[in-house]
């Protein structure tokens, strides 16, 4: 058994010292970076955010962190409304080795460090391989035991290792390094109950803000134990994650795991629990040719952890429509893709959605209720046509995944129909696009900055 408190310091010498990354791992960063600066601007006008600035108004407009609406603001403050943006339209990419939503809190947490001093696009973007493998790094050790016991990874795991990307991106050596991580864990946290609540993508900023306040507590000299993770009453014990394998044996970057495993950005704005499903309802439609008015019934079988996520049969609000089977399934089978604007009161009150409901019913899986596979579980659903015939669909894969990844065609039009929900035009949208694209050769962030977080248009919306 590896030395206690070995983790941490094993993965920050890897940290500091990594680069030269291959142009994959450095083309996946880019895509990721851009889906989620696309997922955050659309974010920026949702009531979620708009309320954090109007908690925090005082504390916008001095600072040198840009935030979305407009204004300045210190980099941990601009890092939990970035954070929440990202986060809030559900948008935004998952990531199975942490079990988290990992850009929504790694990008702002890297674009807040970024206005701390002149950085380089290829210093962002090398920080968000080492953060993403960080947060690989972290969620490997506790597993699904973590996410099972009921903590949202995404305001656990992945703020802990969006501290590394952020000390990575700040200089920090090794040891100063570890130290952002350790203290990440004092504010790791984040309910899995408040899915489907204002809380929820709030979580993603408050694990981007605790990431970049980890960095500068540790840069101050202020060092946490570094024996955190796997110290008997720290991060595994404390945090349901002994069901897990801990860290003597987690690989760290051989290979990694943005190429590995890989991120998964999503096609649908809701909750990834439902997007097997949605795939395969998709799928069958146009395999079978039928409408919404010939199915009797809808019957998925998902994991366990996917099914508590989803607690909402009739979801009275557009945060519980993100997280309602019933509805995401409605939108399916009267349309022929999900879109942002389907998740508004309008459109969940509509009458065709509303009687559609009832038809959707959700069993766990066999596997994941003996407990023999937490993860890698098939997707099923069964569809009950009104003439008797069944129809059937198995999925351990959705869309988007390093298996069955997007077009770059898909993928600028996810970006591009964010940008339009955010009230831009599309000639504006496709020139931060094109810039966006080249982010690894800019000389500086500044010019992004400006194109991103362009004042004269939140000025004027």
Request: one cysteine or more; proline letters at 5%; hydrophobic letters at 50%.
């Amino acid at each position: 058994m590896a030395e206690i408190g070995a983790p941490l310091a094993r993965f920050a010498a890897w940290a500091v010292a990594a680069g030269d990354f291959e142009a994959e791992a450095r083309g996946q960063a880019v895509d990721a970076i851009i889906d989620t600066i696309g997922c955050m601007l659309a974010g920026a006008g949702d009531p979620v955010v708009t309320g954090l600035r109007a908690a925090f108004t005082a504390e916008i407009g001095t600072g040198p962190a840009p935030v979305v609406g407009g204004g300045l603001a210190a980099p941990s403050r601009a890092a939990l409304i970035n954070g929440t943006a990202a986060h809030a339209l559900d948008f935004d990419d998952n990531f199975r080795p942490a079990r988290a939503h990992a850009s929504a809190v790694l990008v702002p947490a890297l674009l807040a460090a970024a206005a701390l001093r002149p950085v380089s696009g290829a210093a962002l973007v090398d920080a968000y391989i080492v953060g993403l493998e960080a947060q690989a790094f972290v969620g490997r050790g506790v597993d699904n035991a973590h996410n099972l016991a009921g903590w949202h990874p995404t305001g656990t795991v992945a703020g802990i290792g969006a501290a590394a990307g952020v000390g990575r991106l700040m200089g920090l050596d090794a040891g100063t390094l570890a130290a952002a991580m350790a203290n990440a864990v004092s504010t790791a946290a984040g309910a899995k109950a408040q899915f489907g609540t204002a809380m929820k993508p709030v979580h993603a900023g408050l694990a981007a803000r605790n990431a970049v306040e980890a960095a500068q507590l540790a840069a101050a000299g202020i060092h946490g134990n570094a024996a955190i993770l796997d110290h008997p009453l720290g991060f595994r014990a404390l945090y349901g994650g002994n069901g897990g394998p801990g860290w003597d044996a987690t690989p760290i970057g051989a290979p990694l795991a943005i190429l590995g495993e890989g991120l998964v950005p999503k096609l649908h704005p809701c909750c990834g629990s439902t997007h097997y499903a949605l795939d395969m309802v998709f799928a069958l439609k146009q395999q079978h040719g039928f409408a919404a008015a010939d199915v009797a019934a809808a019957q998925v079988e998902l994991g366990r952890a996917n099914h508590a996520n989803l607690p909402y049969g009739a979801p009275q609000d557009a945060m519980q429509a993100r997280f309602s089977m019933p509805y995401c399934i409605a939108l399916a089978l009267l349309q022929d893709h999900l879109a942002l604007h389907d998740f508004t009161p309008a459109a969940i009150a509509r009458p065709a959605v509303q009687q559609l409901l009832p038809l959707t019913t959700m069993t766990v899986n066999d596997l994941a209720i003996d407990g023999t596979a937490l993860s890698g579980i098939p997707h099923r659903v069964k569809l009950t046509l009104r003439s008797g015939a069944v129809l059937r669909a198995e999925r351990s894969e959705v869309r988007g995944s390093l298996i069955e990844p997007f077009s770059e065609a898909e993928k600028q039009r996810k970006f591009m129909s964010c940008l339009a929900w955010a009230g831009t035009t599309q000639a504006a949208a496709s020139a931060l696009h094109a810039a966006l694209r080249d982010i690894d050769a800019a000389s500086d962030m500044t010019t992004l900055f400006a194109a991103i977080f362009n004042q004269e248009f939140w000025q004027t919306h």
